[in-house]
């Protein structure tokens, strides 16, 4: 079992910047693949980002590639998200997730944390 836990999510204005984390606890963490999803309302659920636990190979979404940042702190077991530049239509609940897959599907995430919402509005 995998528990995860977001937060940083809040109202931000175009252009700011935000940095969400993702607590994840369990015995095999390490073992598997971190993912950022987002889902916007009225929207589908979306891949945004993937990043593994050793040794930190990263993959992101056309949409956010050079605004997001995708990082690890192994020793606290924690994912973070930058994001920079931030848009309006970056607004949406933001997931963390783990896959034994490096996949950008969600139906390939064993796990998933509650979201956190992120609001880009001036």
């Known amino acids: 079992q995998v528990q995860l836990v977001e937060s940083g999510g809040g109202l931000v204005q175009p252009g700011g910047s935000l940095r969400l984390s993702c607590a994840a606890s369990g015995r095999t963490v390490s073992s598997y693949y971190m993912g950022w999803f987002r889902q916007a309302p009225g929207k589908e659920r979306e891949f945004v980002a993937r990043?593994?636990?050793?040794?930190?190979?990263?993959y992101y979404a056309d949409s956010v590639k050079g605004r997001f940042t995708v990082s690890r702190d192994n020793a606290k077991n924690a994912v973070y998200l930058q994001m920079n530049s931030l848009k309006p239509e970056d607004t949406a609940n933001y997931y963390c997730?783990?896959?034994?897959?490096?996949?950008?599907?969600?139906?390939?995430?064993?796990?998933w944390g509650q979201g956190t919402q992120v609001t880009v509005s001036s």
């Open positions: 997730a783990a896959s034994t897959a490096a996949s950008i599907r969600q139906r390939d995430y064993n796990y």
């Open positions: 990043i593994t636990w050793i040794p930190g190979l990263r």
